[in-house]
């Protein structure tokens, strides 16, 4: 693709995009009477128009129905956790059995390592990501604790080389293969929140498994983002938030994957909870437990209908608009980005997001030398949003749903103002 600088190339990009018009269909925040520069997908994606009437429609249902709302709503309450599961599961790449949405990310998290991290006295560790996401890091810390381990020797935290941002896949294949045997769990960011580094999961589940490690990925910033194949991949589990790229709203009902090969696997310890348990009998309200097949067998509370009414609508976007062409466009709004940025010729600007497009999503982590904050408190002045991560990381992420060339074009023009 030869990109060019100058505001007409933009506009050419948005003329011919196939997507452009899935903009209309989002609330953009304004800034002095203008649409923002909204770049902050990775963090709150925006909300859909239709996230009010969805919410409405249950208030109303809530209102009219009571109860009955359970069964007789526009969207029963009960089943309600299985209008998401088939969208849910396309984005990640899984089947629908595979797929449950609950509680929050954490949550999840933690959930899953109950089942899949069974440490014994000679295979216990847990290998993870360089400077995780603090939730995830202490999550793992916690669980190695609860089975007794001290996580400074039960945690493999893995560092990218001196002076580079980024780890290489060979040298975490590397590990793998040096150290697997007495590596219990494998659970990395499918892609780094701060570096915004996809990793390759695939490989790294099959040198994973070749060691006999379970393999899981925390896909916050991954889902609604990349293409995913869990599924095809032998993925163990995996746990998300919909709040980021799923535009489900503040705080939105995670998601939790379970590879089909465990939809069985009832002799695994988990910790369970009556929606979890088998249909057919969950409302003979027995003692026994008896699991449902599949990732819903996870499943502890009845399902929070307000929280899951955005998601529903949401990922209904993400299925109209198709995953495929999300992830071209993406290619090329951040490569269109990359590529101005580049060309303001600023020696104090450093990207540290991997340069091949198959080891990123649309995120960018930047740096500026030196004045990397005052560039920041610039870009918002201007109805940029975006965000800082210390010590000296702005993270710009365009997303294909909502963004447009010209947003990249035009946050370009700002951060040479900004810089100068
Ligand atoms: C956003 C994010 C979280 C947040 O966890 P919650 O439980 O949703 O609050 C956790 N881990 C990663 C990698 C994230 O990017």
């Given at each position: 693709m030869k990109y060019r600088d100058d505001a007409a190339f933009a506009h050419e990009m948005d003329a011919q995009d196939p997507l452009a018009k899935f903009r209309a269909q989002f609330h953009i925040p304004q800034h002095d009477g203008n649409d923002c520069i909204y770049f902050c997908g990775n963090s709150l994606g925006l909300q859909p128009k239709a996230v009010e009437a969805a919410m409405t429609q249950e208030l109303t249902d809530w209102k009219n129905l009571g109860v009955e709302g359970h069964f007789h709503g526009k969207h029963p309450w009960m089943p309600y956790h299985e209008f998401v599961a088939e969208n849910a599961a396309y984005v990640v790449g899984?089947?629908?059995?595979e797929v449950v949405m609950m509680n929050g990310l954490t949550a999840n998290l933690h959930l899953m390592m109950v089942s899949f991290y069974r440490p014994t006295k000679t295979r216990y560790k847990i290998l993870i990501e360089y400077t995780p996401f603090p939730s995830d890091i202490y999550a793992v810390q916690s669980q190695a604790k609860f089975h007794g381990f001290d996580p400074a020797d039960a945690i493999i935290e893995m560092k990218p080389r001196d002076g580079e941002p980024t780890l290489r896949q060979e040298d975490i294949e590397d590990v793998v293969a040096r150290e697997g045997q007495g590596i219990a769990l494998i659970l990395i960011g499918g892609v780094h929140y701060y570096t915004g580094q996809f990793f390759d999961i695939a490989r790294i589940t099959e040198a994973g498994h070749k060691q006999g490690c379970m393999v899981g990925f925390d896909l916050a910033h991954a889902a609604g983002n990349v293409l995913l194949k869990l599924h095809d991949w032998n993925v163990d589990f995996a746990c998300w938030c919909s709040y980021k790229y799923l535009n489900s709203g503040p705080g939105a009902v995670a998601g939790a994957f379970v590879h089909e090969r465990h939809a069985k696997s009832f002799d695994l310890p988990r910790f369970a909870g009556w929606w979890g348990n088998d249909k057919s009998v969950r409302f003979k309200m027995g003692p026994q437990f008896q699991p449902m097949t599949g990732a819903e067998g996870w499943q502890l509370s009845n399902p929070p209908i307000f929280a899951l009414a955005p998601a529903r609508v949401s990922l209904d976007i993400f299925r109209e608009a198709g995953m495929d062409n999300l992830r071209s466009k993406s290619t090329q709004l951040t490569a269109y980005l990359e590529y101005l940025l580049h060309n303001l010729k600023l020696p104090s600007l450093k990207i540290m997001t991997p340069a091949n497009q198959s080891e990123r999503g649309c995120q960018l982590s930047i740096t500026v030398q030196d004045n990397g904050r005052k560039v920041f408190d610039a870009l918002q002045k201007a109805g940029v949003v975006c965000d800082w991560r210390e010590p000296d990381c702005i993270r710009v992420a365009p997303v294909p749903l909502y963004n447009s060339f010209n947003d990249v074009y035009r946050f370009a023009e700002i951060f040479k103002g900004a810089a100068a």
């Open positions: 899984a089947k629908p059995s």
